[in-house]
């Protein structure tokens, strides 16, 4: 008998309290803390109209990692403005999110990208996806699925 994934029932949702901490009115973009390779990278732009997880060459850099760790793709990219831009490469790494116990930890590949941006790394739909996480940027709050049930960054 093949083995099924058990269902769970999780209600995600978002309320006034969730609130707490956030100055209203505003404009901003959500970003999140996570731990990425075991390094604590700040700065990661959750996006839900990028279609693709992308992480930033500089920030490649700064946790000494080698463009070895790159393996080469064969596909471009879009930018805000419109321009394409070249992947240096994918790469796969360990990411965990939230606290103990209620984290997620999993592998994600990220398009590695060179380019100025003010952030290190950018959380597409695929992560998103991956993760079961719903985001509200009114909120400034990712809410998503782990073992120990809900949790949120």
């Given at each position: 008998m093949p083995n099924k994934k058990q269902k769970v029932?999780?209600?995600?949702?978002?309320?006034?309290?969730?609130?707490?901490?956030?100055?209203?009115?505003?404009?901003?973009?959500?970003m999140i803390t996570m731990l990425v390779a075991n390094w604590?990278?700040?700065?990661?732009?959750?996006d839900n109209g990028s279609s693709t997880d992308i992480f930033y060459y500089h920030a490649l850099k700064q946790m000494l990692m080698g463009d070895d760790r790159l393996t080469p793709v064969n596909t471009g990219l879009y930018c805000f403005t419109g321009n394409a831009v070249r992947a240096e490469g994918s790469i796969e790494?360990?990411?965990?999110?939230?606290?103990?116990?209620?984290?997620?930890?999993?592998?994600?590949?990220?398009?590695?990208?060179?380019?100025?941006?003010?952030?290190?790394?950018?959380?597409?739909?695929p992560v998103q996806n991956l993760l079961k996480a719903i985001?509200?940027?009114y909120h400034q709050k990712m809410k998503?699925?782990?073992?120990?049930?809900?949790?949120?960054?």
């Open positions: 029932d999780h209600v995600t949702s978002f309320s006034e309290k969730d609130l707490d901490g956030v100055l209203l009115p505003h404009d901003d973009a959500m604590e990278m700040k700065k990661i732009l959750v790494l360990l990411v965990l999110v939230g606290t103990a116990p209620h984290q997620s930890i999993t592998m994600i590949k990220f398009l590695v990208v060179k380019g100025t941006s003010p952030y290190n790394a950018i959380l597409g739909r985001t509200s940027a998503f699925v782990t073992p120990s049930g809900i949790w949120e960054v």
